[in-house]
């Protein structure tokens, strides 16, 4: 019998509560027969895997700003970033990862490939996230619509991409955020396949519709979203929350299908067709 693929989970939360961590835990449950979950505390414990351990890693959201780090857990990260992407160059049986909201500011920081910096207002709620023509075609979102609905919770975007190390790299831009309502702001950048084997998104893909109506319904975080943004549109992110079609499928879908295709893959250079 094969033996299991052990994923290394990057908690990039500082220690802090979240349904982030316990939605991906739950998604790569589905998958127990297959996998087998190392976590990794890296900002409040400074704790890195050893890349060469590991083929397949998630690196999850988290708060705070992603230009900034204590000196210690940011180098070892993106160390670990450099070491994956090397050692995918030039060896044949590849390492995948996945980068979540922050982690995707800190990869796309590290590699160059576009500005980051700080929205004028927080956004957040459930909102529609928009295929480029290569996300058409990309195995990430497969089964997924155009747009398609996710969480999107950030103070930070990603906007201004860098064509030329785009060119380099052999990165491509594969989604991008709803049409902006004053034209001086740019579409920011939703999702960026930095290589065929890494992967990232601005948005939670993780996000389970039960665990989101809790987190809507506390009383702190209703108040902050009403004055935020109006009471209608809170009772109309309550309502997308519960669709079928909106962040359940995302869910559902798309850690699932990074999920499929690395395992499918990591088997297929290890000479075990699956």
């Given at each position: 019998m094969q033996g299991k693929i052990r994923v290394a989970l990057l908690d990039m939360y500082n220690g802090?509560?979240?349904?982030?961590?316990?939605?991906?835990?739950?998604?790569?449950?589905?998958f127990e027969n297959q996998l087998v979950l190392d976590i990794y505390d890296v900002r409040q414990k400074h704790e890195l895997p050893n890349f060469e351990d590991y083929n397949l890693f998630i690196s999850s959201g988290g708060p705070g700003n992603p230009l900034e780090g204590d000196g210690i857990w940011?180098?070892?990260?993106?160390?670990?970033?450099?070491?994956?992407?090397?050692?995918?160059?030039?060896?044949?049986?590849?390492k995948y990862m996945l980068f979540i909201c922050h982690s995707f500011q800190l990869a796309v920081q590290h590699f160059g490939l576009a500005e980051?910096?700080?929205r004028k207002s927080t956004s957040f709620g459930v909102m529609t996230i928009h295929k480029t023509e290569e996300g058409m075609d990309d195995p990430l979102f497969r089964g997924l619509d155009n747009p398609f609905w996710?969480?999107?919770?950030?103070?930070?975007?990603?906007?201004?991409?860098k064509v030329k190390k785009f060119?380099?790299?052999?990165?491509?831009?594969?989604?991008?955020?709803?049409?902006?309502?004053h034209l001086e702001y740019e579409r920011a950048l939703m999702g960026i396949r930095f290589s065929d084997e890494m992967v990232g998104t601005q948005f939670h893909p993780e996000a389970d519709p039960v665990g989101f109506m809790t987190h809507l319904k506390k009383a702190d975080v209703r108040e902050e979203i009403i004055a935020l943004?109006?009471?209608?549109?809170?009772?109309?992110?309550?309502?997308?929350?519960?669709?079928?079609?909106?962040?359940?499928?995302?869910?559902?879908?798309?850690?699932?299908?990074?999920?499929?295709?690395?395992?499918?893959?990591?088997?297929?250079?290890?000479?075990?067709?699956?």
């Open positions: 802090k509560a979240n349904q982030g961590m316990r939605c991906i835990h739950e998604i790569v449950g589905r940011e180098v070892k990260f993106e160390k670990l970033l450099d070491d994956i992407y090397q050692w995918n160059l030039g060896n044949k049986h590849k980051v910096n700080k996710a969480i999107d919770s950030r103070d930070y975007q990603v906007v201004k991409p060119k380099e790299m052999g990165a491509k831009i594969i989604a991008l955020e709803k049409l902006r309502n943004k109006g009471k209608t549109k809170y009772l109309m992110m309550l309502e997308h929350v519960v669709e079928e079609h909106t962040i359940y499928k995302t869910n559902e879908t798309l850690i699932p299908n990074f999920l499929r295709r690395s395992i499918r893959k990591i088997r297929e250079q290890e000479g075990i067709f699956v």
